[in-house]
Structures are given as structure tokens and as C-alpha cells.
């Protein structure tokens, strides 16, 4: 079973405008991170928002920010005022076992791709 | 504050030979991930490593494939008799100690492109 979804393969929106990008995911485990990185076209993986299953307020990070919707088992990225600079490869992930002890390995959703038009 | 470092960004190797990966974790982190992304995919782990040891390497194909992260110097992926199914993005990712306050955060180098001819 896929334990992080994307479903939205690409993705288009207007310089300036929000975009919300889509993640759901399935865990049994109580505790667990949710992670967003942006891979542009140059290929490295820049991390950019993290949510513990734990965390009573959605996170949040400059122009980023998390829709943390736990009973849904969905983690959105929502992305304000988009820059043309924002034009990249979005991947969802999440680690179970969130704990400040655990180190556990990431898994990633297929990513959207993000394309922002002037 | 140095990020994750890896060499070489670009590895060209012919079929059957070795391929060695490296990676310098951030400054006082001693947790190393190795992640394989093939193309047009996500990011799939592959092991797991702490100084001298392996912690966790469920993701690594059974055979050819051996990474190591010694007590002194950069941690090792090493492809032995490389196939042209191991063309791929690798990489390699690093997390801090306990108790640090971003402790659940893995950090990403920024990859090494393996292509075998």
C-alpha cells in the first residue's frame, strides 16, 4: 500500500497567486513527521516545512505552510504569494516515529511538479 | 555552517565496474541516510548508518551494494560491478544528535548522478 500519495502529478498557477499542493499518507504508528522538500531543476533536495503528528498548530515557514488535517491523514502544502522561483518538483515524505529518539528512514510521495507562470 | 557534501556530483561508469560514493554529513550530525532516486521518481531509502554502524539497511538490494560510515571521514556507498540499472540520482542525507532542536529534521546533499554505459 502507498503511504504517501500525491495525486496531483503537475500542477500550474499564476505569479503572486496561493497554491495548495496535495499529500495524504497512511500510518498506523501514534507518532510520526510529515516533510516537505522542493527539488528544482538543478536537482538537490531543499527542505522546507516539517509537522509532527503531535503538534496542535499547523507549521509554518515563511511563504510555506502546512494544512495538517490528522483525521484525514492529510499534510497540504500551501504555498502564498508564488514567485516564479518556486517552479520546482514538490515531494511530500514522512517518517514514522517522531520522537527527539527516533531516526527513522523517509518515505516519499511521486512529488508534483509545480510550474509558476508570470 | 557547511552543508551536506557530496562527491562527485558526476559519476560516469562502464557495466562491471565499481562505483564509490561519498558523503560529509553537517557539522555535528551522526546520523547518515543514503536515498536512490530513479528517474521521473521519488526518493526511496536505502540504509540507515551511524558512526561504525549500520542501523537500519532495508532498503539496500541484496547483492553489490555496501555502505559503510567509518569513526573518521565520510560515509561510503559502494556499487561493485555496476549495471545500467543503477543509473540513478543518489543521496545522501544527515540528522543531528538527540535533543537538538531540529533533531527530527534529515538534511540533503546535493546528490550524485551515477550513469553507467
Known amino acids: 500500500a502507498q503511504k504517501i500519495t500525491q495525486t496531483q502529478p503537475g500542477m500550474f498557477v499564476q505569479e503572486k497567486e496561493a497554491v495548495t499542493l496535495d499529500c495524504t499518507y497512511d500510518t498506523s504508528d501514534q507518532s510520526y513527521g510529515l516533510f516537505w522538500y522542493k527539488q528544482p531543476s538543478s536537482g538537490e533536495m531543499i527542505f522546507l516545512i516539517y509537522?509532527?503528528?503531535?503538534?496542535?498548530q499547523n507549521a509554518t515557514e515563511g511563504r510555506y505552510s502546512l494544512n495538517f488535517q490528522k483525521a484525514r491523514k492529510s499534510a497540504n502544502l500551501v504555498i502564498s504569494a508564488s514567485q516564479l522561483g518556486d517552479s520546482a518538483m514538490y515531494f511530500c515524505a514522512m517518517r514514522e516515529g517522531a520522537g527527539g529518539t527516533s531516526y527513522g528512514k523517509l518515505t516519499f510521495g511521486q512529488g508534483t511538479i509545480l510550474t509558476v507562470h508570470p | 555552517n557547511a552543508g551536506v557534501m557530496q562527491n562527485p556530483r558526476h559519476l560516469v561508469r562502464r557495466r562491471g565496474q565499481e562505483a564509490r560514493l561519498r558523503c560529509s554529513p553537517m557539522k555535528g550530525h551522526s546520523h547518515v541516510y543514503w536515498y536512490r532516486q530513479l528517474p521521473e521518481e521519488g526518493l526511496k531509502f536505502m540504509v540507515y548508518l551511524q558512526k561504525e554502524n549500520i542501523i537500519d539497511e532495508s532498503g539496500m538490494p541484496k547483492e553489490r551494494f555496501s555502505a559503510e560510515f567509518p569513526k573518521e571521514g565520510p560515509s561510503i556507498l559502494r556499487i561493485q560491478q555496476v549495471v545500467r540499472g543503477d543509473s540513478a540520482a543518489y543521496f545522501c542525507a544527515s540528522s543531528p544528535m538527540a535533543g537538538h532542536q531540529f533533531a527530527d529534521t534529515q538534511y540533503f546533499g546535493p546528490g550524485t548522478r551515477l550513469t553507467v554505459l
Open positions: 509537522q509532527g503528528s503531535y503538534d496542535e
